[in-house]
């Protein structure tokens, strides 16, 4: 049972590039969620999904872009990477909205932008 | 919107000490209540959490917490600690209601909990 994995786990990259960070979660979660985790400000909500095709932000939503076409796939895009992006990213799912259930982490992706 | 309060950022403590952790949230309305725990190099764990029904829960390793309505806390709490706790402990909130949705939840900034041997 793989559960819910990300890659890469560790990307250097350049202020002004692309960036995409892959989630995949193999349980057939409904609702899928991206966080950033900085020093000092704890896990912050960047977007979350509800089910393929329905995204809708969170607290710290600009600058990214999320698609959700499948089910089990919750990429996330830096359009254009800014050293304020530097932070440890983790995705989230669960089976129904948190009112409900519980939300279960990816092991995160390490992401430094010079 | 709902906030969290983590009062103590680091503590260092020795194998056996008791543990109190404390956690405040802001929010008017009902909440679900979580504990998370995060060792070195690993992603988030889930410790506890409470949705309703008794206020005392009990969660995994011997952590338990107590939901008091009246104080807005979850503090987390082990009478008897070990090293292997060394970890980052959030708490976290998210809105329990009719609002919809799925805001994700809301994170305390941790504690950073050391057990010297």
């Known amino acids: 049972d793989a559960g819910i994995t990300q890659s890469p786990r560790y990307k250097i990259t350049e202020t002004g590039r692309q960036v995409t960070l892959m989630c995949h979660q193999t349980?057939?979660?409904?609702?899928m969620f991206w966080y950033r985790q900085d020093l000092g400000h704890g896990l912050r909500l960047i977007y979350y999904?509800?089910?393929?095709?329905?995204?809708d932000k969170g607290e710290v939503s600009d600058g990214y872009v999320v698609s959700r076409s499948k089910t089990e796939n919750f990429p996330l895009t830096l359009e254009s990477a800014t050293r304020s992006q530097t932070s440890v990213y983790f995705c989230?799912?669960?089976?129904?909205?948190?009112?409900?259930?519980?939300?279960?982490f990816g092991p995160g992706t390490r992401l430094t932008v010079l | 919107a709902q906030s969290v309060s983590q009062h103590n950022h680091h503590v260092i403590l020795s194998e056996a000490a008791s543990l109190e952790l404390g956690c405040n949230y802001s929010?008017?309305?009902?909440?679900?209540l979580f504990w998370y725990v995060q060792y070195p190099g690993q992603h988030l764990q889930l410790l506890l959490k409470?949705?309703?029904?008794?206020?005392l829960v009990k969660g995994i390793k011997g952590f338990e917490a107590e939901f008091i309505k009246s104080k807005f806390s979850f503090n987390l709490r082990k009478p008897s600690v070990q090293w292997s706790d060394t970890a980052e402990y959030f708490c976290?909130?998210?809105?329990?209601?009719?609002?919809?949705?799925?805001?994700?939840?809301?994170f305390g900034k941790g504690t950073h909990l050391i057990i010297q041997p």
């Open positions: 929010y008017g309305g009902t909440v679900n």
């Open positions: 409470y949705f309703s029904g008794d206020p």
């Open positions: 349980w057939s979660h409904s609702y």
């Open positions: 989230a799912s669960s089976r129904q909205n948190q009112f409900r259930d519980t939300q279960y």
């Open positions: 976290a909130v998210t809105p329990r209601g009719s609002g919809g949705g799925a805001d994700g939840l809301t």
């Open positions: 999904s509800a089910a393929a095709d329905i995204t």
